[in-house]
């Protein structure tokens, strides 16, 4: 469906530290008859007073600036008032680690300052702000990837009874080069669970192993939980996921513990995916309870698909999923949903 064009000229703000940077965009802007500058700011905390006080279309953005930089005030824009951003920065690339995240946090593009202005470049400035108001794609930008989409993400998987046959029929569902990291916390001995880890690294296309303590977490990789008297949880930190082990408590039935691993993402639960699949019992229930009033996506395996149906079961009776969905489609639809879900980086 083609975008509405609007009847008006599209409201544009402009935040840059440089007075020079300003006036030129104002100057470029105001040439363009569908594009009207409604306000400046040079900082972050201006600009808040200005998207208050003017309620723009679309904001143009520098990612330097002094005090909060354009990366955090974009993470806390997207988060308390979204709207589309185009960030403008000097020799943003391909690949360059600030415009990765910038996309991840939710900007419509990232965008180069022009090093030599001329009326092909300038052009191209006022088409892409004006695409950015209205929906429309963007060309001459850095993409919004696959990979871009899961850059903070991490997908939390359960499961107990029937979870071998479960996990390999999801996974093999997956595109190994577009999913964020996944960590699963299966009910098995551990020497089952070794033979259970070498089969799926065999035979699938993910890099499949046992998880370890303070593991760094890259997306497209699936790790283990193993079942060695320490619990696998989850923390976010300098800009990755990582395995952190604890202690398994007394009263922990399970070891590794869905719930425990569930339970250790809240903090992140925005960026957060988990799924039940089929399993004895309930653990899982109460930490994706706590993963969804925070959140997170949630979805259990159906009961149809479900050699025993205790987990994802219980987790419904808690309004802990969202809903459900047959193993052979759980993956890509929890995929799906947490491309929709609007990025929020998390502190580290």
């Known amino acids: 469906m083609t975008p509405k064009q609007p009847t008006k000229p599209v409201r544009v703000a402009v935040v840059d530290d440089s007075l020079t940077m300003r006036r030129w965009l104002k100057s470029v802007i105001a040439l363009d008859p569908r594009l009207q500058i409604v306000g400046m700011a040079g900082s972050a905390g201006e600009a808040r007073e200005l998207i208050k006080a003017t309620e723009p279309d679309v904001l143009t953005l520098d990612i330097e600036m002094p005090g909060m930089n354009g990366l955090e005030f974009l993470t806390h824009l997207m988060r308390l008032h979204p709207m589309p951003v185009i960030m403008l920065a000097s020799g943003i690339l391909k690949g360059n680690p600030a415009a990765e995240q910038a996309l991840a946090v939710g900007a419509v593009a990232c965008i180069s300052k022009p090093q030599f202005p001329t009326q092909e470049t ?6 892409s702000i004006f695409a950015a108001a209205i929906g429309q794609p963007i060309n001459g930008h850095t993409p919004i990837s696959e990979k871009n989409a899961f850059s903070d993400r ?20 997956l595109n190994s080069s ?6 699963i916390a299966q009910h098995m001995p551990q020497q089952y669970l070794t033979s259970f880890v070498q089969r799926l690294d065999r035979i699938g296309a993910h890099d499949v192993a046992f998880s370890s303590n303070e593991m760094r977490l890259a997306p497209g990789t699936v ?6 008297d320490r ?3 989850v923390v976010w930190h300098s800009g990755a996921w990582h395995i952190h082990e604890t202690a398994r408590q007394y009263e922990q039935t399970y070891c590794p513990s869905v719930d425990v691993l569930f339970a250790s993402a809240v903090p992140w639960a925005r960026q957060v995916g988990a799924i039940l699949l089929t399993g004895l019992g309930n653990d899982g229930a109460k930490g994706m309870l706590a993963l969804r009033r925070r959140g997170a996506r949630t979805l259990g395996q159906s009961r149809e698909s479900c050699v025993v ?6 987790a419904l009776s808690l309004n ?8 052979e489609e759980i993956g890509t639809r929890m ?6 879900t609007r990025a929020s980086v998390p502190a580290t």
């Open 154 to 173: 991490i997908l939390l998987v359960g499961a107990s009874t029937g979870g071998v046959a479960a996990i390999e029929t999801m996974l093999g569902n």
């Open 320 to 327: 802990a999923s969202e809903d459900e969905a047959a193993i």
């Open 223 to 228: 790790r283990i939980a193993p079942a060695q």
């Open 335 to 340: 995929l799906s949903r947490m491309r929709r």
């Open 309 to 314: 149906y205790g987990m994802p079961g219980a």
């Open 122 to 127: 300038m052009k191209a400035l006022c088409d």
């Open 178 to 183: 577009n999913v964020p990291p996944i960590v």
């Open 231 to 233: 619990q696998t949880c």
